[in-house]
Nanobody, 125 residues
Framework: QLRLVESGGGSVQGGGSLKLSCVAS??????MGWFRQVPGKERAGVAA???????TYADSVKGRFTISQDNAKNTLYLQMNNLKPEDTAMYYC?????????????????????WGQGTQVTVSS
C-alpha cells in the first residue's frame, strides 16, 4: 500500500510563489501527477511526469508551474510561480503504480491508483 503525503501549501498573494512536495512511501514506477479541486467542481489535472521524465501540463498553468521529481527521495514537486486567485484549490498528489490503458491521458484521474490527502493553496488578489 503506497502512501503519499503532500506539504507546502499555504496562503499567498497574487504573483507570489509556492512549492508543493509529495513524499511517496515507496517506488512508484509509472507516472505521478498533481491535481487540484475546488468545492463543487471535479478534480482536474495540473501537471504530470512520467518515469522517463516527460512532463505534461494543463494549459492554464503552462509557463508558470513546473513539475519535477527526486527519485532518490521518492519525492514529487510542483513549483508554482506567478500564482493567480484562480489557482486557489486543494492540491492532490497522485501516483500510478500499475500498467494501464496507454490511451488514458496523463492528466486524467483514471490513470492513477493512489492519492494523497491534499494540501490547500489559497491565492489572494
Amino acid at each position: 500500500q503506497l502512501r503519499l503525503v503532500e506539504s507546502g501549501g499555504g496562503s499567498v498573494q497574487g504573483g507570489g510563489s509556492l512549492k508543493l512536495s509529495c513524499v511517496a512511501s515507496g517506488y512508484v514506477g509509472y507516472c505521478m501527477g498533481w491535481f487540484r479541486q475546488v468545492p463543487g467542481k471535479e478534480r482536474a489535472g495540473v501537471a504530470a511526469i512520467h518515469n522517463n521524465g516527460t512532463t505534461t501540463y494543463a494549459d492554464s498553468v503552462k509557463g508558470r508551474f513546473t513539475i519535477s521529481q527526486d527519485n532518490a527521495k521518492n519525492t514529487l514537486y510542483l513549483q508554482m510561480n506567478n500564482l493567480k486567485p484562480e489557482d486557489t484549490a486543494m492540491y492532490y498528489c497522485a501516483a500510478q503504480t500499475m500498467s494501464t490503458n496507454p490511451a488514458i491521458r496523463a492528466l486524467s484521474n483514471m490513470r492513477y491508483n493512489y492519492w494523497g490527502q491534499g494540501t490547500q493553496v489559497t491565492v489572494s488578489s
